[in-house]
Each structure stands twice: as C-alpha cells, then as structure tokens.
C-alpha cells in the first residue's frame, strides 16, 4: 500500500469555475454556497475533473468584503435516480 501525506502534491488549479451560485446578504455578512469546477492533478498524475460544492462567508470591514470562511467538500452522488427506482417499486 502507498501511503500519502496530507500535503501531497495537488497541481494548479486553472481556474475554478462557479456554477448555481446562492447568496444572502445582511447588513456587514454574506453567504456565498454553490459548486465549483476545475481540472487538478495530484502528485504529477494526468489530470482529472473536480467538482466541489462550498461555502463561502464573507465579511465587510472598513468597506471592503473579505473572505473570512471557506468550507468545501465532494458533494454525494446525486439521488434522484435511485429515488425515481424506489417510487417505481412501491418502496418509500
């Protein structure tokens, strides 16, 4: 088995590309979630596509909006394919 450091080698990302994007925003705070896409290699392999969904939580200080939080993970397989299987058998 190989083993991989947490910092193993990730490449550039290009360029994340942000899609079905829902914010708020209140007064000095704003809430950024939705998906982003790219292209990224690990450890020098070819590279492959990535989608991620975040959330992003900004900030406004002196004026000006800042990043204060940032939370991304793989989102889950997508299930309304195995919800229209189940409504078809009669199982909830």
């Not at 990302?13 to 209140?26: G, Q, T």
């Not at 991620?52 to 800042?66: A, F, L």
């Not at 204060?68 to 299930?79: E, I, N, S, T």
């Amino acid at each position: 088995m190989q083993k991989h450091s947490a910092g193993s080698d990730i490449g550039s990302l290009e360029m994340l590309v942000p899609e079905d994007i829902v914010s708020f925003e209140s007064g000095d705070l704003a809430c950024m979630v939705g998906f982003e896409h790219d292209e990224v290699s690990v450890d020098a392999n070819a590279p492959i596509p990535m989608t991620i969904r975040v959330t992003h939580i900004y900030r406004r200080i002196n004026g000006e909006w800042y990043l204060v939080h940032r939370h991304a993970y793989f989102p889950p397989a997508d299930q309304r394919a195995r919800d229209q299987d189940s409504a078809g058998s009669g199982r909830a």
